[in-house]
C-alpha cells in the first residue's frame, strides 16, 4: 500500500522543527546582523530576549509563506480531485483527437499542405515529403512559390491565395510540383481555408493528388486515337483519290482514244466535245492534286502566303474564265458586283484555290441549267465573295462537319468528290486571316461568304 504525506501533517512537522532549532538560528542571524554577542553579557536575559525573539519573528514569516504555499498545493490538489473525470476526459479526448488528425495528415494518400495568410509552408504532411523530396522541418516557414512552383504558375497561385483570402473557395486547380532531384510533378489541387472565431481567413489549406501518370496516361490515349484518326483518314485518303483520279484519267483516255481511232468520223463539233471532256477532267485533276498539296503543305507547315495588289474585279473574272466547259453539265456563270471593287492586299493562290473550290462544288451539287453567283462586295474594312447555288443544299446535321476534311453530305448520293474542297478554303481563307460562313437549305440551295480583311 502507497502512503502519501498530506501537506497539513508536512506544515505541523516543519513549524516543530523550526522551534526546536530556533536558538542556533539566532545566534547565526544576530551575527549576519553585525552584532557578536559579547564574551560575557551584562544583561543574558535581554541578550537571550532579543536574540530569541528576532529568531521567532524571523520563523513565523518563513512559517508563513511555506505554509500559504502548502494551502494553495492543498487546494490544487482538492480541485483536481473535485474536476479530475471531466478535466481528464476531455484533455484526453482532445489529446486523442490531436493524434488521431495528425495521424490522418501522415497516412493519408494525397498532398496536404496548411499555408498561413502570406503563403508561407505551416504544415507538410509525409506524403508531401515523399513526393517533394524535403522535409517537413526544411519547408516549414517557406513561401510555397520559392520551392515547388515552376516560373509559369507562380501568378496564377498567388491569384488564387488572393481570391481565397476574398472568401471564393473551394477552388480547384493544377499546376507543376519541382521536387528536390528536378522533376515535375502535376498536382491536382482542391483548395479551401480555415477560418478563425472572428470568421477572418487564417489558413489556406490545399489537398492535391498527383496525376502526373495520369495526365502522361491520358495524353498517350489521345496521341493512339490520333493515330488511329490519321489511319483512317489516310485510308480513306487512298481510296477516294484512287477512285477520284481514275474517273477524270478514264475520261481522258477514252476521248483519246476515240479522236486516235476515228479521226474521220468525228464533226468539228464532236471533236470539240471530245477536247472540253479531256479539258475539263485534266482541270479536274488539276485541281485535287492542288488540294492534296495545300492540305500537305499545312500539315507540314510550310503553307507560304504572299499577298499583293490585286484588282478584284479582275481577278474574279479571271477565274470564272478559268471554269472548264463541261458539255455533260451545263451551266451558267454569273459575276455580280454590289460595290466598287478596285483594289486589294491578296495571296492570288490562294485567293484562286477558295473561289475555284466553292465554284466546282457549286457546279458538282446543282442541276444541269443552273445559275451559279460569284458575288462580291467591298468595304473600307474587308472584302465579301458569295457564291451562290440553286443545287441539292446541305443537310443541317452536315453543316458543322462539311470543313472537315474528306467529310461529305450525306445527300451526295453518287455525285463523285473528294471532301478536300471546303477544307482547303477554310484553311487558305484562315491564313488571309478571314473566314468562311454557310447558309443553305435543302432542294433550294446553298451561298458561301468569304470574309477578308480589305
Known amino acids: 500500500m502507497t502512503h502519501s504525506i498530506q501537506p497539513k501533517n508536512l506544515l505541523a512537522g516543519l513549524g516543530l522543527a523550526l522551534l526546536i532549532l530556533s536558538s542556533p538560528i539566532a ?96 504544415r507538410f504532411n509525409q506524403t508531401c515529403e515523399q513526393l517533394s523530396g524535403y ?11 520559392d ?57 489556406f489549406i490545399g489537398i492535391g493528388i498527383d496525376i502526373t501518370e495520369r495526365q502522361q496516361a491520358e495524353q498517350m490515349r489521345r496521341q493512339l486515337e490520333h493515330q488511329q484518326e490519321l489511319s483512317q483518314l489516310q485510308l480513306r485518303f487512298f481510296s477516294l483519290v484512287s477512285h477520284e483520279f481514275r474517273t477524270p484519267l478514264s475520261t481522258i483516255l477514252a476521248s483519246v482514244q476515240l ?12 471533236k470539240i466535245r471530245n477536247l472540253q471532256r479531256i479539258e475539263a477532267a485534266t482541270q479536274r485533276l488539276r485541281q485535287m492534286l492542288d488540294n492534296i498539296l495545300t492540305i500537305n503543305r499545312v ?47 491578296l495571296d ?31 468595304t473600307k474594312t474587308e472584302i465579301n465573295f458569295q457564291v451562290c447555288d440553286q443545287g441539292i443544299g446541305i443537310p443541317a446535321d452536315d453543316i458543322p462537319h462539311i470543313f472537315e476534311p474528306f467529310h461529305r453530305g450525306t445527300n451526295i448520293d453518287s455525285i463523285p468528290g473528294s471532301g478536300l474542297g471546303l477544307s482547303v478554303a477554310k484553311t487558305c481563307a484562315s491564313v488571309h486571316g478571314g473566314n468562311i460562313s454557310v447558309t443553305s437549305e435543302p432542294g433550294v440551295g446553298t451561298t458561301f461568304t468569304v470574309t477578308i480583311p480589305g
Open 299 to 345: 500539315e507540314t507547315g510550310q503553307l507560304e502566303f504572299q499577298p499583293t495588289r490585286v484588282n478584284v474585279e479582275q481577278f474574279c473574272q479571271g477565274i470564272l474564265a478559268e471554269i472548264p466547259f463541261n458539255p455533260d453539265h451545263q451551266y451558267f456563270l454569273n459575276f455580280v458586283r454590289t460595290a466598287d471593287c478596285s483594289y486589294a492586299c
Open 348 to 378: 492570288e493562290k490562294l485567293m484562286r484555290l477558295i473561289l475555284t473550290n466553292l465554284l466546282t462544288n457549286a457546279i458538282k451539287y446543282s442541276p444541269p441549267g443552273s445559275t451559279i453567283d460569284l458575288r462580291i462586295n467591298c
Open 259 to 270: 479522236l486516235q481511232l476515228c479521226p474521220d468520223k468525228f464533226s468539228p463539233d464532236k
Open 147 to 203: 520551392l515547388f512552383l515552376i516560373p509559369e504558375d507562380i501568378e496564377s497561385v498567388k491569384t488564387i491565395i488572393k481570391e481565397l483570402q476574398a472568401y471564393h473557395f473551394p477552388n480547384e486547380h493544377k499546376n507543376y510540383w519541382i521536387t528536390r532531384d528536378g522533376t515535375r510533378r502535376l498536382i491536382s489541387w482542391y483548395s479551401t481555408v480555415l477560418l478563425d472565431d472572428n470568421r477572418s481567413v487564417k489558413y
Open 27 to 122: 545566534v547565526y542571524v544576530w551575527r549576519l546582523m553585525g552584532f557578536a554577542p559579547p564574551a560575557v553579557p551584562a544583561h543574558p536575559l535581554l541578550l537571550i530576549t532579543i536574540t530569541n525573539g528576532f529568531s521567532i519573528l524571523l520563523l513565523i514569516g518563513i512559517y508563513y509563506r511555506f505554509w500559504v504555499r502548502l494551502r494553495q498545493l492543498e487546494q490544487d490538489n482538492d480541485n483536481s480531485r473535485f474536476l479530475s473525470p471531466e478535466i481528464r476526459d476531455r484533455q484526453q479526448a482532445e489529446l486523442q483527437e490531436q493524434n488521431f488528425v495528425s495521424v490522418i495528415l501522415d497516412t493519408a494518400n494525397a498532398l496536404i499542405t496548411v499555408l498561413d495568410q502570406q503563403g508561407r509552408i505551416i
Open 135 to 145: 522535409s517537413s522541418e526544411e519547408v516549414k516557414g517557406k513561401y510555397i512559390w
